[in-house]
């Protein structure tokens, strides 16, 4: 079985300041790791994802996030946060042995960027 | 380039009424298709998915059922709706020619209301 934890339910930041989420996960084998974010009222938009390779990985709009094995981590970052990425984030995890390519998603982490 | 519709965007259903929400991709041929409910704008459940037409996987038992008549779409229903069916709908694809670690891409949402 496949797990993640998300352990903040909010993350508060200033503006300008470096934004970061928090993910572990659990599962058998190799995992193929996932953020998302979610606006209100709208579906989920892909930002970055990890399969192999480099441990850090770059996504849309600044983001990045660091694989970490030893620690199963995945946490996501930004080295300076604006207002408009006040939002919700998800972390998701698979692996090849998972059917369908079914992702299981960590219980979401709500950012909230002030001026 | 790919992209996913879902509609309704709002439904307002009384209790036992029937459901169908609807779901199409267009620009890819053989998507996985997923369904996930979304309460209080947190966690995301996987309801179904499907590998190919005629296809349905059920992750939880439910008062809700999938349906895929057609390469590149996919239906939700119920015969009869409870106050619990309320929630987020999101329809999901990804591609299966790039199964390993494929990225899953949302559609923007069904609001459910049941009253």
């Known amino acids: 079985a496949q797990s993640v934890a998300q352990p903040e339910d909010q993350v508060n930041v200033a503006e300008g300041n470096p934004l970061t989420v928090k993910c572990t996960y659990s599962v058998s084998g190799n995992p193929y790791l996932f953020w998302y974010v979610q606006y209100p009222n709208r579906g989920l938009q892909f930002l970055l994802k990890?399969?192999?390779?480099?441990?850090l990985v770059k996504g849309s709009y600044g983001f990045e996030a660091e694989f970490n094995k030893s620690q199963t981590s995945f946490h996501l970052k930004k080295p300076s946060a604006l207002v408009s990425d006040s939002a919700l984030y998800f972390c998701a995890v698979s692996s090849r042995a998972a059917a369908g390519n079914k992702l299981t998603f960590g219980g979401g982490t709500r950012v909230l960027v002030k001026p | 380039s790919q992209t996913i519709h879902q509609w309704p965007a709002t439904l307002v259903q009384p209790v036992g009424s029937p459901l169908s929400l609807e779901c199409t991709v267009e620009?890819?041929?053989?998507?996985?298709l997923y369904w996930y409910r979304q309460a209080a704008g947190r966690g995301l459940q996987l309801l179904f998915y499907?590998?190919?037409?005629?296809?349905i996987s059920s992750e939880v038992p439910q008062n809700l059922s999938a349906s895929r008549p057609q390469d590149r779409q996919f239906i939700l229903s119920s015969k009869k709706l409870l106050l619990s069916d309320s929630g987020f709908y999101l329809c999901?694809?990804?591609?299966?020619?790039?199964?390993?670690?494929?990225?899953?891409?949302f559609g923007p949402g069904t609001r459910l209301t049941v009253l």
């Open positions: 499907s590998v190919g037409i005629g296809q």
């Open positions: 999901a694809w990804s591609a299966v020619g790039a199964a390993v670690g494929g990225e899953q891409f």
């Open positions: 620009g890819t041929s053989n998507p996985n």
């Open positions: 990890y399969i192999t390779g480099d441990n």
